[in-house]
C-alpha cells in the first residue's frame, strides 16, 4: 500500500475515476443494445431514436475520454448503416 500522502491521493483518484468509466462503459453497453434490439425488430422509428441516443452518448463518452475517439465512430458507423438498411 502507497505511504506517501500524494500516493496515496493519486489511488483515490484512480479509484474514482475507474468507477465512473466502468458507469459509463456499462450505460454505453445497455445504449448500444437497446439500439441494436430496436433494429433487429425491425422498428424504424424506435430504432432511429436508438440509434440517435446512442450516438449523442458515444460522442460524450469519447470526448471525456472513456473510449477512444475512432471506437466510437466505428460503432455510429455501424448502427447508422443497419439503419439505413431498414
Known sequence: M???KQALKRHRQSV??????NY???TMRTYIKAARLDLA???KDAA???????SRYLDRVASRGVIPKLRASRVKS???KALAAL
Not at 474514482?16 to 468509466?21: D, K, L, Q, V
Not at 432511429?48 to 446512442?54: H, I, K, L
Open 78 to 80: 455501424r448502427l447508422n
Open 48 to 54: 432511429g431514436e436508438s440509434v440517435a441516443r446512442v
Open 2 to 4: 502507497a505511504t506517501h
Open 24 to 26: 459509463y462503459k456499462a
Open 16 to 21: 474514482g475515476r475507474a468507477e465512473r468509466n
Open 41 to 43: 425488430n425491425g422498428d
